[in-house]
């Protein structure tokens, strides 16, 4: 596929997770960017509804045929929704990380944590500091 530009309608994390806030509700997924530098992504472990985390905590991992990565959750709070399609088909991830291939929602705990990830255009501007840093 093409390029796919970093919605401006979610938070970004420098771990390369976005969260998209509905309420208080907020949906987190990985970006386009980490499914790329991922490559085909073949197994997925999510927590159950009613875990707990806080912002920064590692909340399940993302398994790839090149290597192992965990997930970070850029928001504190519980899970009430996980991914079961996801789970079953993790290549969801690769196609369309921005939309399906979300994989859990989180009910915040504060509204605080927000204003500490990073705008769509800040996010895009770190990853290619990233890159040329290589």
Known sequence: GGVRV???DRHYAQSHEWVRIDGEVGTI???DHAQKELGEIVYLELPESGH??????EFGTVESVKAVSELYS??????VEVNK???AEPG???DDPFGDG???RIKLSTDEEIGKLMSADAYAK???EEEQAK
Request: charged share 10%; aromatic share 10%.
């Open 102 to 104: 979300w994989l859990v």
């Open 92 to 94: 969801i991830v690769n």
């Open 74 to 79: 850029p928001i504190s709070g519980e899970v």
């Open 85 to 87: 399609a996801a789970i």
């Open 52 to 57: 707990v985390f806080n912002a920064n905590e």
């Open 126 to 128: 770190y990853v290619s």
């Open 6 to 8: 970093n919605p401006d």
């Open 29 to 31: 997924g990985i970006t």
